[in-house]
Nanobody
Framework: QVQLVESGGGLVQPGGSLRLSCAAS????????MGWYREGPGKQRELVAA?????????ADSVKGRFTITISRDNAQNTATLQMNRLKPEDTAVYLC??????????WGKGTLVTVSL
């Protein structure tokens, strides 16, 4: 089992920046990758960014060059951080952290709301 705790999010003006963090604890050695998805108003859930254990990353075209995902580890947990720069109103969404194990179903966070508005 893996437990996920998300932090960050909130209200920001267009062009601003926010940082989301997701701390994974428990059986973190079982994980293949971690990442972030989002659900915008009236939109389907979409992948925003993900990073595998070998360092390979995957970004949605709409966020390339603006968002950066990093994963750090200490003994007890992995932390996936999503740095979001030059935010746009269309980035408004609930952002969900995901931890993908090598075997079995993914673990999902509860989500954190990001609102980009004047």
């Amino acid at each position: 089992q893996v437990q996920l705790v998300e932090s960050g999010g909130g209200l920001v003006q267009p062009g601003g920046s926010l940082r989301l963090s997701c701390a994974a604890s428990g059986d973190i050695d079982s994980l293949h990758s971690m990442g972030w998805y989002r659900e915008g108003p009236g939109k389907q859930r979409e992948l925003v960014a993900a990073m595998a254990g070998d360092g390979n990353t995957n970004y949605a075209d709409s966020v390339k060059g603006r968002f950066t995902i990093t994963i750090s580890r200490d003994n007890a947990q992995n932390t996936a951080t999503l740095q979001m720069n030059r935010l746009k109103p269309e980035d408004t969404a609930v952002y969900l952290c995901v931890a993908v194990p090598r075997i079995g179903s993914s673990y999902w966070g509860k989500g954190t709301l990001v609102t980009v508005s004047l």
